[in-house]
Nanobody, 123 residues
Framework: QVQLVESGGGSVQAGESLRLSCVVS????????LGWYRQAPGKERKWVAA????????YYADSVKGRFTISKDSAKNTLYLQMNNLEPEDTALYYC????????????????WGQGTQVTVSS
């Protein structure tokens, strides 16, 4: 059973940075596609960034492109999201997602979720 545990959220001022971490257990992250999603109060959960299975190719939502960087450390079985130049609109609960059924060189939304970590950005 794949389990995901996020950390690294917090309260920051606009323009500052945070790095989120997602420790994966119960599976090798090289055999799954991984992604970050976020959900603001009263809104639906939205995709933020993803990394494809095997290839490591990365993908970003337009709203975070150029500011956020998704990466992974296979030795630590951990996924990261470096968030720079944060904006109040980035305030949300951030979730890690894993899909062990994704095909090589692709990413998809899987059934495994972490519990979320809160990011709050004030102006």
């Amino acid at each position: 059973q794949v389990q995901l545990v996020e950390s690294g959220g917090g309260s920051v001022q606009a323009g500052e940075s945070l790095r989120l971490s997602c420790v994966v257990s119960g599976g090798n992250i090289e055999t799954m596609s991984l992604g970050w999603y976020r959900q603001a109060p009263g809104k639906e959960r939205k995709w933020v960034a993803a990394v494809a299975r095997s290839s490591g190719a990365t993908y970003y939502a337009d709203s975070v492109k150029g500011r956020f960087t998704i990466s992974k450390d296979s030795a630590k079985n951990t996924l990261y999201l470096q968030m720079n130049n944060l904006e109040p609109e980035d305030t949300a609960l951030y979730y890690c997602n894993a899909d062990p059924t994704a095909s090589d060189y692709t990413w998809s939304r899987g059934e495994y979720w972490g519990q979320g970590t809160q990011v709050t950005v004030s102006s």
